[in-house]
């Protein structure tokens, strides 16, 4: 089955995110710090009253930081997309929006295990297209705080 | 009744009446609940009777008119049954009251599905239906094969035939036309009045004893009617509504026949009222005509006892003996079926898109909104005078007064409407006693339940998540704390166990307390397992301290409870309900072999507090009112310890010393006096250094995402009028910042 994604860009990489799952994409503005952050949270947006956090896919797929080169990401291109994941919102800071790309279920391998020095298990998969090759991001997880409580040491 | 054709549930697609029938039949679903506990408690008042009687009655057709027949189906049968214990011919035994139990579960669950935009087709209500019968047959067999005559126990009234008032317009029918009708065959080969079964026999017998008129009713579709089953059904289910039908010729049950043989219907039926019977039957559209003849109960009973007799004679004798046992056998076998469906689907509560609300909230409500519009004409005047020359003194005066009322208006229509999101706590109250009836059942323990506060009002959302958690700690109760009656009585405790549940209202808080008089927990237990478990420190933990333990993920695993003896199972699920999304508190104490309790602390509403507004760095915090003793300053000299452990002295104690700045990691400013607040959190407090006090206010709470709360040190977050965030910190922190120098819960390492 053929499903639509919208694509951005990171660093060298081109990722893709399910379209049903994007709400808006809009440029980073009226960020507010919040106290003591995830290192990977760079704020939260007021948007129409709706909290959102921002989160810098980049920190947050463990990416080497961009090299200072002038082939470096365009600040006037960074954009948020802001998503929908379990019914919450979220903001993805990313360097650039590309366009909606059509990608079958049957062109993404999930096989992929160390993908360009990032974190692969946050992907769905690699979807091979006539473009090129997309990360196919695994939303929830990425978006999951995946923290557990402490919890006791093993039981003797 | 399976499936009807599809064409007459014509009405169950309006999106209105749809509405208005699942508001009105959940409501009804609801009631039969609690009148059947009620029943339970005193099987034999009456009026309660008479109660599920009509509920089921009023669900019947209801749902009959909405065209679910499955539904339908399942009340009319529960009616029936009921019918009979109202009659005074069944008894309400065990069986019976199971079988009307797990009828009004299946409604409830049916509802639910209703409710989501399911259809009651989805049920299989076969063995629920089959209990029913098996229910209403233990009379049968019990009372002998005598007859229904005889089957009308001591205590009914006037057995004897009364003479029925006579209705003019309708002919007669005698014995010999009985017979005559009772030779009369619908088009599938079935007569309306032979044959009649057992139950049919007792629901006309019933209706005689009622003082109630037997009629047949014989209705012709319309021969341009294209579609003659929907028609029948609309006719069923309008005579439903006016009366008790017993037959249906031909059937409407079962696979429906080709439609031509609905062209013209016979029904026989019981009422009290033969002329509504006329009028609605008369009240369907493209129907041809309706033929209404009156029977005689006695003939129709006689000769159809006659004709049946010799047939049923050899069965209900042979079972005069054994018979009673055996159909109870019948019964609960049917039984164990029925509680293996309603198992595999727990009812879910519907969710509910409208709401009810007292009237006198709307009143309050609309009487400050007649306020609000002379507040605003107020204005109007001043703006309009002052156009014209007012003074401006005058006008200023004028304006700061029609302000003062405004702030009461908007403060009073806030709290107006806060009190529309109040609900009482009865609703999730009012299922215990079923509860604690099923589980004392399974379990084969006996307990007590008593419920008080259950007026107690509580914020609707917080209801709503409530339910679980109250419903598990419950269970644990009856399923680790209470013992088994041999075990009660040989430790001197009376044979039946006491569970408690109880609600009020204390400040801003709403305490729960459910409480057990069952075994207690085992803290030495608990302990020797922290220990083992390698919790360092736990060999010296306080009580409270280890039964806190309970709470923590992993801790209270079934392999771990059941070896203390204890309870807690998933008490970890209940903390972190009760904790987290409810942002209250929940607390254990126990007595060895006196009992366990459970405390949860709730606070009043989830959207608006009354917080003290705070700065540290540049960030703005807010702590709830209710969980803030004091302000304080505190001078250097005053602080005890360093590093983050610094204590300073309140009220004769000593408490832990925290500061905004430490905890968000945005340094801390040194200095000589430090502006302070006593923050409470249950039994613990603690001061909290803040960089500025601001403004006491209110603010709406918004949930807080995990992502940006992984301490878990906010229970909200609030956005001002000018945009700026302020977090609600959660004081709980203060307990656990404490426990974390006493590193409790941290791996030895």
């Known amino acids: 089955m053929r499903k639509r994604y919208v694509s951005f860009a990171l660093g060298e990489g081109?990722?893709?995110?399910?379209?049903?799952?994007?709400?808006?994409?809009?440029?980073?503005?009226?960020?507010?710090?919040?106290?003591?952050?995830?290192?990977?949270?760079?704020?939260?947006?007021?948007?129409?009253?709706?909290?959102?956090?921002?989160?810098?896919?980049?920190?947050?797929?463990?990416?080497?930081?961009?090299?200072?080169?002038r082939a470096g990401p365009d600040p006037r291109k960074r954009r948020v997309v802001i998503t929908r994941v379990n019914g919450k919102p979220y903001g993805l800071d990313v360097d650039e929006v590309r366009e909606i790309v059509e990608i079958d279920d049957a062109a993404i391998s999930t096989d992929s295990t160390t993908v360009l020095g990032g974190r692969a298990d946050f992907l769905v998969g690699i979807a091979r297209h006539e473009d090129g090759l997309y990360l196919v991001l695994d939303l929830p997880r990425v978006l999951g705080t995946a923290r557990d409580l402490p919890i006791a040491g093993p039981p003797a | 009744m399976s499936s009807p054709a599809s064409g007459l549930a014509a009405s169950a697609d309006d999106p209105r009446l749809r509405r208005a029938f699942l508001e009105e039949a959940d409501e009804l679903s609801q009631k039969l609940g609690e009148s059947l506990?009620?029943?339970?408690?005193?099987?034999?008042?009456?009026?309660?009777?008479?109660?599920?009687?009509?509920?089921?009655?009023?669900?019947?057709?209801?749902?009959?008119?909405?065209?679910?027949?499955?539904?339908?189906?399942?009340?009319?049968?529960?009616?029936?049954?009921?019918?009979?214990?109202?009659?005074?011919?069944?008894?309400?035994?065990?069986?019976?009251?199971?079988?009307?139990?797990?009828?009004?579960?299946?409604?409830?669950?049916?509802?639910?599905?209703?409710?989501?935009?399911?259809?009651?087709?989805?049920?299989?209500?076969?063995?629920?239906?089959?209990?029913?019968?098996?229910?209403?047959g233990t009379r049968a067999a019990r009372t002998g094969g005598a007859g229904p005559a005889a089957a009308v126990g001591p205590a009914a009234t006037s057995p004897a035939a009364p003479t029925p008032a006579p209705v003019p317009a309708l002919p007669e029918r005698s014995q010999a036309g009985a017979a005559a009708a009772g030779a009369e065959t619908g088009p599938t080969g079935e007569t309306l009045l032979q044959g009649l079964g057992d139950f049919e026999r007792a629901?006309?017998?019933?209706?005689?004893?009622?003082?109630?008129?037997?009629?047949?009713?014989?209705?012709?579709?319309?021969?341009?009617e294209p579609m003659k089953f929907p028609r029948a059904w609309l006719v069923f289910a309008a005579l439903e509504s006016a009366a008790n039908v017993v037959r249906t010729v031909p059937a409407l049950d079962g696979q429906p026949a080709e439609d031509a043989h609905y062209a013209r219907m016979s029904f026989l039926l019981t009422t009290s009222d033969p002329e509504e019977v006329v009028r609605v039957a008369s009240g369907v559209d493209q129907i041809a005509s309706v033929k209404v003849e009156r029977c005689r109960f006695d003939d129709l009973l006689s000769a159809v006892t006659a004709r049946a007799a010799e047939a049923d004679a050899g069965a209900v004798e042979a079972g005069a003996e054994a018979g009673s046992e055996a159909s109870t056998t019948a019964a609960s076998a049917a039984l164990t079926g029925a509680a293996a469906d309603t198992d595999s689907r727990t009812p879910t509560p519907p969710e509910k898109t409208s709401i009810r609300v007292d009237t006198k909230k709307l009143d309050d409500l609309w009487s400050l909104i007649a306020d609000l519009v002379l507040n605003k004409?107020?204005?109007?005047?001043?703006?309009?005078?002052?156009?014209?020359?007012?003074?401006?003194?005058?006008?200023?005066?004028?304006?700061?007064?029609?302000?003062?009322?405004?702030?009461?208006?908007?403060?009073?229509?806030q709290q107006a409407m806060m009190d529309t999101r109040m609900i009482p706590?009865?609703?999730?109250?009012?299922?215990?006693?079923?509860?604690?009836?099923?589980?004392?059942?399974?379990?084969?323990?006996?307990?007590?339940?008593?419920?008080?506060?259950?007026?107690?009002?509580?914020?609707?959302?917080?209801?709503?998540?409530?339910?679980?958690?109250?419903?598990?700690?419950?269970?644990?109760?009856?399923?680790?704390?209470?013992?088994?009656?041999?075990?009660?009585?040989?430790?001197?405790?009376?044979?039946k166990?006491?569970?408690?549940?109880?609600?009020?209202?204390?400040?801003g808080t709403i305490v729960i307390e459910l409480s057990d008089d069952g075994r207690g927990m085992d803290v030495p237990g608990i302990r020797r397992k922290a220990v083992g478990m390698g919790i360092s420190g736990a060999e010296s933990f306080t009580e409270a301290?280890?039964?806190?333990?309970?709470?923590?993920?992993?801790?209270?695993?079934?392999?771990?409870?059941?070896?203390?003896?204890?309870?807690?199972?998933?008490?970890?699920?209940?903390?972190?309900?009760?904790?987290?999304?409810?942002?209250?508190?929940?607390?254990?104490?126990?007595?060895?072999?006196?009992?366990?309790?459970?405390?949860?602390?709730?606070?009043?509403?989830?959207?608006?507090?009354?917080?003290?507004?705070?700065?540290?760095?540049t960030q703005l915090y807010a702590l709830p009112l209710t969980e803030v003793d004091s302000t304080a300053k505190l001078t250097s000299s005053e602080l005890r310890g360093e590093g983050g452990r610094e204590s300073a002295a309140w009220e004769d104690e000593e408490i832990p010393v925290f500061s905004l700045g430490a905890l968000f990691e945005t340094g801390r400013r040194r200095s000589d006096e430090y502006f302070a607040l006593v923050l409470r959190h249950r039994d613990r407090r603690a001061f909290l250094v803040v960089d500025e006090l601001i403004e006491e206010r209110e603010v709406v709470i918004k949930p807080v995402d995990d992502l940006l709360n992984a301490e878990r040190l906010f229970s909200g977050v609030s956005v001002l009028e000018d945009g700026r965030l302020v977090f609600i910190l959660d004081t709980s922190f203060i307990r656990r910042e404490n426990s974390d120098r006493e590193a409790p819960w941290a791996p030895a390492s």
Do not use: W
């Not at chain 1, 995110?17 to 960020?31: A, D, F, N, S, T």
């Open chain 2, 377 to 413: 004409s107020r204005i109007a005047h001043v703006s309009e005078t002052l156009g014209k020359g007012m003074d401006p003194e005058m006008a200023r005066e004028e304006l700061a007064e029609a302000f003062d009322d405004l702030d009461k208006i908007s403060g009073g229509m």
């Open chain 2, 37 to 136: 506990q009620a029943l339970e408690a005193d099987p034999s008042n009456m009026d309660t009777v008479n109660e599920v009687f009509r509920l089921t009655h009023s669900l019947k057709s209801e749902s009959a008119f909405m065209g679910f027949a499955r539904l339908s189906e399942l009340a009319h049968r529960m009616e029936d049954v009921l019918g009979l214990v109202r009659g005074g011919s069944l008894s309400l035994g065990r069986p019976v009251m199971d079988a009307v139990f797990s009828g009004a579960d299946r409604i409830a669950e049916t509802m639910a599905a209703l409710a989501k935009g399911g259809t009651d087709t989805q049920f299989e209500n076969g063995a629920i239906l089959r209990s029913l019968s098996a229910a209403a």
């Open chain 2, 545 to 617: 301290q280890l039964l806190d333990l309970v709470f923590l993920p992993g801790f209270s695993t079934k392999e771990v409870v059941t070896d203390l003896s204890g309870r807690g199972v998933g008490m970890d699920v209940v903390a972190t309900r009760v904790r987290k999304d409810l942002k209250g508190d929940v607390a254990l104490d126990t007595v060895p072999d006196r009992g366990t309790r459970v405390t949860l602390f709730l606070p009043l509403t989830l959207t608006i507090v009354n917080a003290l507004l705070v700065r540290g760095g």
């Open chain 2, 497 to 507: 166990g006491r569970v408690s549940v109880s609600a009020r209202r204390q400040g």
């Open chain 2, 203 to 224: 629901q006309l017998a019933e209706a005689r004893d009622r003082g109630e008129e037997c009629l047949r009713v014989t209705v012709t579709v319309d021969e341009a």
């Open chain 1, 14 to 69: 081109r990722y893709c995110v399910p379209v049903e799952h994007v709400l808006q994409i809009m440029r980073l503005e009226g960020l507010i710090e919040i106290p003591k952050p995830p290192p990977f949270v760079l704020g939260v947006l007021n948007l129409r009253g709706d909290i959102i956090p921002v989160v810098s896919l980049r920190a947050r797929l463990e990416l080497p930081r961009e090299k200072v080169t």
């Open chain 2, 425 to 495: 706590i009865s609703v999730i109250f009012n299922k215990f006693p079923r509860l604690v009836r099923d589980l004392c059942r399974k379990l084969g323990k006996s307990v007590e339940l008593s419920v008080s506060g259950e007026e107690t009002e509580i914020d609707r959302s917080i209801v709503e998540a409530l339910s679980d958690p109250l419903t598990h700690i419950i269970r644990n109760s009856l399923d680790h704390g209470i013992e088994f009656p041999e075990e009660r009585v040989r430790r001197g405790k009376s044979e």
